[in-house]
């Protein structure tokens, strides 16, 4: 069974870090451009960030440039988002995707294959 599956949420004071994980089972994510999206309450899903399957691409979404920083281990199954100086605006489900595309690309507006549960980011004092 195909699945990924999100980690590393919680809740975290104005400024402080969090450092999400997206693992995969049943598939090996080398071969997938790994997208981070999130969903806020009452608001549209939208993507955050993406890494290309060999890790030498990485797009941001404005609103987290400069804060946000997406890493990959392949030979850990495995994707990270580092969040650091987070806001309250912040908040939301964040969830990981995986798209099979070229090995040195990323982009968020793709369409993902495979999505995983989301896990919670809750930034207040």
């Known amino acids: 069974q195909l699945q990924l599956v999100e980690s590393g949420g919680g809740l975290v004071q104005p400024g402080g870090s969090l450092r999400l994980s997206c693992a995969a089972s049943?598939?090996?994510?080398?071969?997938?451009?790994i997208g981070w999206f999130r969903q806020a309450p009452g608001k549209e899903r939208e993507g955050v960030s993406c890494?290309?399957?060999?890790?030498?691409?990485?797009n941001y979404a404005d609103s987290v440039k400069g804060r946000f920083t997406v890493s990959r281990t392949n030979a850990k199954n495995t994707v990270y988002l580092q969040m650091n100086s987070l806001k309250p605006e912040d908040t939301a489900i964040y969830y990981c995707?995986?798209?099979?595309?070229?090995?040195?690309?990323?982009?968020?507006?793709?369409?993902?294959?495979?999505w995983g549960q989301g896990t919670q980011v809750t930034v207040s004092s």
């Open positions: 890494i290309s399957a060999n890790g030498g691409s990485t």
């Open positions: 049943g598939f090996t994510l080398d071969r997938y451009a």
């Open positions: 995707a995986a798209d099979r595309w070229v090995q040195s690309l990323c982009g968020m507006t793709r369409r993902y294959e495979y």
